[in-house]
């Protein structure tokens, strides 16, 4: 069996749930008109854009729980069901937006954006949350708990450096991979995903609820004895 902490288990959870393949016909609209050099450096300023976001919340996701007084379990419970959400959405997608010739006669070329602009975009709506939504940060949270508490934040960071890399390169090739898989292909893709992301959901969700449980048993046993 593979290990709640090992590299693997990091990096297919993350996989799973922050790939961007479901948002290529979002990508596609959003960038269509704009210079292909301009596409590239876009792409680069949104990669970096999540790479800090994610291990910013992989430093101080927990710290924040500690704050707010949230334990880890109660975001357990919380995160298991926005996965479990987020999965049941992707299992029940449609086909994604269209591309090519219909797009071209449905969304006008983008204008010339200004560089605030320009850099504002690469943020939102291409880092966040096309790229990473509040799923993909909440399982980086959970994950970063099992990382500090078993040592293996490096694996965690591994994973999450892997991801960004992966969701560039998939922004990269983004018409070849529409080209090469199709809508239906895409599709079928996001639904296995989102099967992958429902059952990370339900592991969060089984997890939380049995260390309350614990909780609340030893803390039953400990009154009565």
């Known amino acids: 069996l593979m290990e709640t902490s090992s590299f693997q288990h990091y990096l297919i959870g993350l996989l799973a749930i ?27 300023m949104s990669g970096l854009a999540c790479l800090i976001t994610l291990v910013l919340f992989m430093v101080v996701g927990t710290r924040i729980l500690d704050f707010f007084g949230i334990s880890v379990s109660a975001f357990q419970i919380a995160g298991g069901l926005l996965l479990g959400g987020v999965g049941l959405e992707m299992m029940n997608s449609r086909t994604p937006l269209p591309t090519g010739a219909a797009a071209s006669a449905a969304i006008p070329p983008a204008p010339d954006l200004s560089d605030a602009q320009f850099y504002s975009a690469a943020v939102v709506p291409i880092g966040i949350p096309l790229t990473i939504g509040a799923g993909t ?83 039953a046993l400990a009154s009565l004895g």
């Open 137 to 219: 940060l909440s399982a980086v949270v959970l994950f970063a708990e099992t990382a500090y508490r078993s040592g293996t934040a490096l694996n965690l960071l591994g994973a999450i450096v892997i991801l960004v890399l992966v969701n560039t390169a998939i922004f990269r090739f983004s018409s070849r991979i529409m080209a090469w898989l199709g809508e239906v292909g895409v599709t079928i893709f996001i639904k296995l995903m989102g099967l992958f992301t429902l059952a990370i959901g339900v592991e969060f969700l089984t997890k939380g609820l049995g260390a309350i449980y614990l909780n609340l048993r030893d803390g």
């Open 18 to 44: 922050g790939n961007n393949v479901s948002a290529l016909g979002a990508f596609l609209l959003h960038t269509q008109g704009m210079p292909r050099a301009k596409v590239k450096r876009l792409i680069l």
